[in-house]
């Protein structure tokens, strides 16, 4: 009888360690998965950042591999309240058509610098040499602080 009642909590013990352990091993392909869709989003993002054109409000889609598979993302552009600025939100999925996705990622892009009609360069006054101040269109002193 009391080999029984050893092997019974023998077996009950083994069940919840082999249980643990499968969550543990679920819980590790998880994380692996959110991290590498967190990672596709994030280098869609930096893709758009470093294209030279202004991104269209709208929404895109794609794929993408990474990590030895194939992901599917889909972009969202929108306006903000900036008119240099658009909020851009990437959502990753493991399927085309899936519905929920593994990750999003929020980020902003700013209008490229040629399109937004600023300055070539911001005039600063220089002293003149006797201290006071010089003229926007003066000439920069030499470096190291002209002669002396």
Same mark, same amino acid.
């Given at each position: ?23 543990? &091993?679920? =819980? ?7 991290? /590498?869709?967190?990672? $596709?989003?994030?280098? #869609?993002?930096? @893709? ?28 969202? &552009?929108? =306006? ?7 909020? /851009?939100?990437?959502? $990753?999925?493991?399927? #085309?058509?899936? @519905? ?47 002669? #002396?």
């Amino acid at each position: 009888m009391e080999v029984l009642v050893a092997l019974a909590v023998i077996a009950i013990a083994l069940t919840a360690i082999l249980g643990s352990s499968g969550r543990t &091993v679920s =819980n590790a392909a998880s994380l692996r998965d959110t991290t /590498l869709a967190q990672w $596709v989003a994030e280098n #869609r993002l930096s @893709e758009v950042r470093l294209e030279a054109d202004w991104p269209s409000t709208g929404g895109s889609e794609g794929e993408t591999e990474m990590g030895g598979r194939e992901w599917f993302w889909r972009m969202e &552009v929108e =306006n903000t309240d900036d008119e240099d600025l658009r909020r /851009l939100e990437v959502s $990753v999925y493991t399927e #085309r058509d899936a @519905e929920y996705s593994v990750a999003t990622v929020l980020g902003f892009v700013g209008r490229p610098l040629a399109s937004q009609q600023l300055p070539r360069y911001l005039p600063v006054p220089i002293p003149d040499e006797d201290g006071g101040p010089g003229d926007p269109g003066d000439p920069p002193p030499p470096p190291g602080g002209g002669p #002396r």
